[in-house]
């Protein structure tokens, strides 16, 4: 299974809501074409609720531990709860451009 669908599958098991989006980041980095390294995942649900930036990261970790260990480099995360989402008006923020490993 392709890591994005098996990043989507878990997630929408683990956190039943009213958005998810996993974007495939990859190609916008220094990496082999068709790599599945870098994600961005954008997730609305109730289940995070009275928890923190922290513990919200927290439970998406213990959710995806396989695919971190198996090569997934990087996962940006931006967790709502509905409130939340309503209030940036349903809009995550833009992923910055890669630097290349350099920093320039």
């Given at each position: ?93 833009d992923s910055p451009n890669c630097l290349g490993g350099n920093g320039k």
């Open positions: 299974m392709p890591v994005q669908q098996s990043i989507e599958s878990r997630l929408a098991n683990a956190f039943p809501g009213d958005h998810l989006v996993v974007e495939n980041e990859s190609h916008r980095h220094n990496v082999p074409p068709n790599s599945e390294t870098h994600f961005k995942v954008t997730l609305v649900s109730p289940a995070f609720e009275g928890r923190n930036r922290v513990k919200r990261h927290q439970a998406i970790y213990s959710e995806l531990s396989a695919e971190l260990q198996g090569g997934v480099h990087a996962l940006a995360l931006h967790l709502y709860t509905p409130d939340e989402w309503q209030a940036r008006q349903q809009q995550s923020p």
